[in-house]
């Protein structure tokens, strides 16, 4: 577009205004290769859905005490696909947001519970008998936190899956969960005991392996909400890395069919009354919990398209 001078006027770009929303680029990028393979495998609806995803974004601009503006996201249209890399993104920031609030709610009740963060493996799987594998892997779960010795009061649980080299599915879960203090001291599990007990529950005639570690705040850090943090962004990142999202179509239109209504994310214990287990429906607002900036209506907007042929999205100047 020129400008009144007949001179063509340079493109604004999202991320280089705003530093937080660097992401969008990436993401809506990836999205694009994840399309071209679901048309490539015949998922023509998934396809046209993500081709419309997020293709122009609306921020409110706020003026804040330092003098710097921040951008809120106040309009996007979404298409909820579950592995569009947009809109696993753009859960993962809610599920974590609605973790920000709910976790001070519930060491109010319960100050003195202590967090332990614990992966929990199985053996690489052929992509085709990954749904059955992951119910292997809930039904052991549930088995688990039955048991007597089972030493979660609260706990949030993850689905991720990586891809192997040779094109097999790596299920693992992520489990956030709070113990008692007396955990440490008496009915502590070591980490060799966890992949015993683990075993036991799935009923599998190798040991797999485990990883627990307690919750602590990262290395020159002493604010134990840091390393609940690192902990929660850790638990509720992406199903998916997006590489390997974006590695093999075959690979990806059958991870599609063996997940297709399955449960990422659930909650257990006394964090029920705190946590919702729903899927976000908002994939829009509360993606910062802790800002105390909040847009309103006198709040000047700036609007932002996907540019194709650059894989950025531009300020929309008309």
């Not at 094109?167 to 955990?183: D, E, I, N, Q, T």
């Not at 999202?245 to 059958?254: A, F, K, N």
Request: aromatic share 10%; charged share 30%.
């Amino acid at each position: 577009m020129a400008d009144m001078h007949g001179q063509v006027a340079q493109p604004v770009y999202l991320s280089d205004l705003s530093e937080r929303d660097k992401p969008w680029d990436k993401h809506r990028g990836q999205s694009e290769t994840v399309g071209g393979l679901y048309r490539a495998g015949d998922y023509l609806r998934y396809q046209q859905r993500i081709k419309d995803c997020s293709r122009r974004l609306e921020f409110a601009l706020i003026d804040k005490d330092s003098g710097d503006v921040e951008f809120h996201l106040e309009s996007a249209k979404f298409c909820r696909v579950r592995f569009c890399p947009v809109c696993q993104w753009r859960r993962s920031l809610m599920w974590r947001a609605r973790f920000y609030r709910a976790v001070p709610d519930y060491l109010v009740q319960h100050p003195k519970h202590r967090a332990v963060f614990l992966t929990l493996t199985v053996r690489n799987c052929a992509i085709a008998d990954l749904r059955e594998t992951v119910n292997d892997m809930n039904r052991a779960f549930k088995r688990m936190t039955e048991r007597k010795t089972w030493p979660g009061q609260a706990w949030v649980k993850s689905l991720e899956v990586t891809r192997g080299a040779d094109g097999s599915a790596h299920p693992h879960f992520h489990v956030l969960l709070f113990v008692r203090p007396s955990y440490f001291s008496t009915g502590y599990i070591k980490q060799a005991d966890w992949r015993t007990y683990w075993q036991d529950c799935l009923r599998a005639s190798y040991l797999p392996v485990v990883n627990v570690k307690t919750v602590k705040p990262p290395k020159g850090q002493t604010d134990p909400r840091e390393g609940l943090r690192v902990a929660i962004m850790e638990t509720l990142k992406y199903g998916v890395k997006p590489d390997d999202l974006t590695s093999d179509g075959e690979w990806l239109c059958e991870l599609t069919r063996q997940l297709h209504k399955t449960r990422a994310v659930s909650v257990g214990g006394k964090l029920r009354p705190y946590l919702r287990e729903e899927e976000p429906e908002d994939l829009i607002h509360d993606e910062d919990s802790e800002s105390e900036l909040a847009a309103t209506g006198d709040d000047p907007r700036i609007i932002f398209d996907w540019a194709t042929e650059v894989k950025r999205y531009a300020q929309r100047l008309c």
